[in-house]
């Protein structure tokens, strides 16, 4: 097991909009290769989805619900995936968030690999110079 598989083996997954795009397809492929149970649903119905459904078929822990969100499927989950085509303020996300199964198991448990690393962003450090002048 390589260690990025390791947080998402055995979790339940809701993956909130797979979209048309191929970004979708390349999260849940990812989910289910690490063993993740990954539950995708999508407003759009089968036939609009048949293609990205179709890259997703050999996985048999990949379920669809499409055509519509049933709110129960974000609240017994371990983690919601949220496409970036879904806003912020949607009811599923709401639903999601007061069951607090937006990322939070993701975050607990998302293995650290290095104190030392620097984030994006950060500004390296610098030491003040000492003047060589009296």
């Known amino acids: 097991m390589k260690w990025y598989e390791e947080p998402f083996k055995g979790k339940k997954i809701t993956v909130l909009g797979l979209g048309l795009l191929g970004r979708g397809v390349g999260d849940v492929d990812f989910l289910a290769k690490c063993g993740a149970e990954v539950l995708v649903t999508d407003k759009k119905n089968g ?52 069951a607090s199964s937006i990322s939070r198991s993701a975050r607990a448990s998302w293995p650290r690999r290095s104190t030392s690393a620097r984030r994006s962003g950060d500004k390296p450090k610098r030491t003040p110079r000492r003047s060589t002048k009296k």
């Not at 048949?50 to 997703?56: D, F, G, M, T």
């Open 47 to 98: 036939s609009e989805l048949a293609a990205s459904v179709e890259k997703l078929k050999q996985y048999s822990n990949v379920q669809f619900k499409l055509g519509g969100h049933d709110p129960e499927d974000f609240k017994h989950c371990d983690m919601v995936l949220k496409a970036a085509g879904v806003r912020l303020d949607s009811p599923e996300v709401a639903v999601a968030r007061a």
